[in-house]
Nanobody, 121 residues
Framework: VQLQASGGGLVQAGASLRLSCAAS????????MAWFRQAPGKDREFVAG???????SYKDSVKGRFTISRNHNQNIVNLEMDALEPEDTAVYYC????????????????WGRGTLVTVSS
């Protein structure tokens, strides 16, 4: 599975962005898909995940602001980010795994290269 993330950019606080993750190589419809992020000087952390059935999980600080969704036909997972805050600044990574809707890096077997999101105050 190859994952390609896109949609990052520089925005002001309060703005919105949509990240997309396109999967290729095989269908990811049976995989759990997730977004992680890594801010400068910090560990990579779970942001949001979605199971094959549509069950979702979010980091507490993004609940109500971020929405993860997936399109099985197009092999795409999106992350809609609203009301962005400077604390959301990070490189965002798309990941795929088969170990259930979990929040640790090691539970995901496939990773994209990441896309940078910068939120200015």
């Amino acid at each position: 599975v190859q994952l390609q993330a896109s949609g990052g950019g520089l925005v002001q606080a309060g703005a919105s962005l949509r990240l997309s993750c396109a999967a290729s190589g095989r269908s990811v419809s049976s995989y759990v898909m997730a977004w992680f992020r890594q801010a400068p000087g910090k560990d990579r952390e779970f942001v949001a995940g979605i199971s094959w059935s549509g069950q979702t999980s979010y980091k507490d600080s993004v609940k109500g602001r971020f929405t993860i969704s997936r399109n099985h036909n197009q092999n795409i997972v999106n992350l809609e980010m609203d009301a962005l805050e400077p604390e959301d600044t990070a490189v965002y990574y798309c990941a795929a795994g088969m170990r259930g809707l979990r929040t640790t890096n090691s539970d995901y077997q496939f990773w994209g290269r990441g896309t940078l999101v910068t939120v200015s105050s």
